[in-house]
T-cell receptor, first 110, second 113 residues
């Protein structure tokens, strides 16, 4: 699995977009990028994933650079309930387990 | 609510003891995963079962074992408990072919004293 690097923490004002970066410079061609989040002591929650195209769902958007070495998770209008640790994970599509790093602790402030 | 249930929510036991954690996956999900989350190690994958068979193994100690039953619920058995086993234990499940989208239960908080 490719190693991912994320900033340890970020702040965002409520109502503004939260842009969470992830570096995965060693990603290989068949490895996807997945994002999960964990609200304090709850089980992690799947957000979105992508291979090379940008993706959007009801929760967030995922922007992957053309060289696939980095990506950004965008929460378009952050709310206080989005305060959580966000994990960027890179792995092959056929693998079962997820390898969680330290993630980014996002604090959304009023 | 993810649809994954775990019991018990909290467990306090003494060193050297044995405990069993239980997980019921979402209806229809064949895969079950166990993860351990401690303050110093973060979220660590332990083991995966698919339709009753072990599919993948991670950082699971020999003192720990798991199984998945015909009704697809799973149990994680932890024996000869040590203080360092104190952690949150999460179970997750996923639908066939969608193991990247795992649904996590609320976890069992184990405290070993």
């Amino acid at each position: 699995d490719a190693k991912t690097t994320q900033p340890p923490s970020m702040d965002c004002a409520e109502g503004r977009a939260a842009n969470l970066p992830c570096n995965h410079s060693t990603i290989s061609g068949n490895e996807y990028v997945y994002w999960y989040r964990q609200i304090h002591s709850q089980g992690p929650q799947y957000i979105i994933h992508g291979l090379k195209n940008n993706e959007t769902n009801e929760m967030a958007s995922l922007i992957i650079t053309e060289d696939r070495k980095s990506s950004t998770l965008i929460l378009p209008h952050a709310t206080l309930r989005d305060t959580a640790v966000y994990y960027c994970i890179s792995r092959g599509g056929s693998q079962g387990n997820l390898i969680f790093g330290k993630g980014t602790k996002l604090s959304v402030k009023p | 609510d993810s649809g994954v249930t775990q019991t018990p929510k909290h467990l306090i036991t003494a060193t050297g003891q044995r405990v069993t954690l239980r997980c019921s996956p979402r209806s229809g999900d064949l895969s079950v995963y166990w993860y351990q989350q401690s303050l110093d190690q973060g979220l660590q994958f332990l083991i995966q079962y698919y339709n009753g068979e072990e599919r993948a193994k991670g950082n699971i100690l020999e003192r720990f074992s798991a199984q998945q039953f015909p009704d697809l619920h799973s149990e994680l058995n932890l024996s000869s408990l040590e203080l360092g086993d104190s952690a949150l234990y999460f179970c997750a499940s996923s639908a066939q072919g969608m193991d990247y989208e795992q649904y996590f239960g609320p976890g069992t908080r184990l405290t070993v004293t």
